[in-house]
C-alpha cells in the first residue's frame, strides 16, 4: 500500500470466507496493530420454481434458484429436495446460473393425483478456508397432480419479494 505525505494509505480487501480474520500491517519504518474482526457469511435467498398442474406419471423438473443477496459471486455446494413432510428426495449440486445466482434442478414423476408441497434447502459449500461463505435458505413450493392433461401450466416460484424479479 502506497502511503500518502500525511502516513495513511488504503486498500481493497475482499473476504473470501466467513470467519475471524485479523488485519496487520507493517513497512520499513513502522507497523499497524492488528484488528480482529467477523466476517458474516452472505446471506442467500431461495426460490423453488415448478409448475402449479401437473399430470400423474407425467415427469416434471423443479428448479431451486440460490442468490447470493446483495454479493457478487455465485454459490456454490448443494440443494436438498424434499416434501413438506420431511421425506428428503434427492440432493442435488448446484449449477452456476450467471452473476450470484446458482440453479439445481430436479426431476419428480407423479403417480397418483393430489397436492404435494415441496422445500428446496441450500447446503453452502465450504468457502476457500473451509468455512461456508453463504448461509443456508430454503424455499417452497406445491403441486397439484390431475388425471388429465392441463390446458396450460405456468413455471412460478413458490415465493415473492418486494422489489425482488422473479422469472414467469
Known amino acids: 500500500v502506497d502511503v500518502n505525505g500525511a502516513g495513511s494509505g488504503s486498500t481493497v480487501w475482499t473476504p473470501p470466507s466467513a470467519g475471524s480474520w485479523q ?27 415448478s ?7 407425467a415427469p416434471t423438473t423443479m428448479i431451486a ?5 446483495g454479493g457478487n459471486i455465485a454459490p456454490e455446494g448443494s440443494v436438498t429436495f424434499s416434501t413438506a413432510a420431511g421425506t428428503a428426495l434427492q440432493t442435488v449440486p448446484l449449477t452456476p446460473g450467471g452473476g450470484e445466482t ?19 434447502t441450500y447446503n453452502p459449500g465450504s468457502g476457500a478456508f ?3 461463505a453463504m448461509s443456508g ?14 390446458l396450460v401450466t405456468f413455471r412460478l416460484p413458490g415465493s415473492y419479494r418486494i422489489g425482488e424479479p422473479v422469472n414467469v
Open 65 to 69: 434458484s440460490v442468490h447470493a443477496v
Open 130 to 132: 473451509g468455512t461456508a
Open 102 to 120: 446458482s440453479n439445481a434442478y430436479f426431476s419428480w414423476t407423479p403417480t397418483s393425483t393430489g397436492t404435494t408441497t415441496f422445500i428446496a
Open 137 to 150: 435458505s430454503s424455499g417452497r413450493n406445491t403441486i397439484e397432480v390431475v388425471d388429465t392433461n392441463p
Open 23 to 49: 488485519i496487520s500491517g507493517a513497512g520499513g519504518f513502522s507497523s499497524a496493530t492488528p484488528s480482529s474482526l467477523q466476517v458474516a457469511a452472505m446471506p442467500t435467498s431461495t426460490l423453488l420454481y
Open 51 to 57: 409448475v402449479n398442474q401437473t399430470q400423474v406419471n
